[in-house]
C-alpha cells in the first residue's frame, strides 16, 4: 500500500482547492464561530497528474461525489479542527486514488461443467416430481 505522500503529488495538491465551512454536530456556541468542516474540490478530468484510464476509474469509484464538471467534491467535518479534516480530506483523496490504480481484471468467459448441468437438471426434475405429487387427480375426487 502506498503512502500518502506517494499517490498525491506536488502537482496534484497544486491542483487541489480548500474551502472551509461552518459543520454541523457538537460544540456548542462555539459550533457557530468556527469553520472547521473542510470541503476539498480536485478537477480530475483536467489533471496531467493521471492517466486516462486511471482518470476513468477514479471518476466512476467516485460516483455522486463528482460534478457534471468532473470536480471531485470531498467533504471532511469528522474532526473538530481545521487541520484535521484536511488530512482526512487528503487521507480519504488517497484510498480513492489508491483504489482507481488498481487495473481491474478481465473477465474470461466460462462455461458450466457436464456434472453441473446434470446436477442442475436433476434438482429440476426433482422439484418438477414434488409439484407433480402436490396434483389433485380429478378421478380421485368422484
Request: charged share 35%.
Amino acid at each position: 500500500m502506498k503512502s500518502l505522500d506517494d499517490l498525491i503529488t506536488n502537482q496534484i495538491l497544486d491542483e487541489i482547492w480548500f474551502s472551509f465551512v461552518q459543520s454541523s454536530g457538537p460544540g456548542g456556541q462555539n459550533v457557530n464561530k468556527v469553520a472547521t468542516a473542510c470541503q476539498m474540490r480536485w478537477d480530475v478530468r483536467a489533471t496531467a497528474a493521471l492517466e486516462l484510464e486511471v482518470k476513468e476509474r477514479l471518476i466512476k469509484l467516485a460516483g455522486n461525489r463528482m460534478t457534471d464538471l468532473g470536480i471531485l467534491v470531498i467533504e471532511a467535518k469528522r474532526f473538530r479542527s481545521q487541520e484535521k479534516n484536511r488530512a482526512d480530506a487528503l487521507l480519504r483523496l488517497s484510498t480513492l486514488i489508491q483504489k482507481a490504480l488498481v487495473k481491474p481484471r478481465v473477465r474470461k468467459a466460462t462455461r458450466p461443467s457436464l456434472s453441473a448441468k446434470a446436477g442442475r437438471v436433476a434438482d429440476k426434475k426433482k422439484h418438477g416430481e414434488i409439484k407433480r405429487k402436490r396434483r389433485i387427480n380429478p378421478d380421485e375426487l368422484e
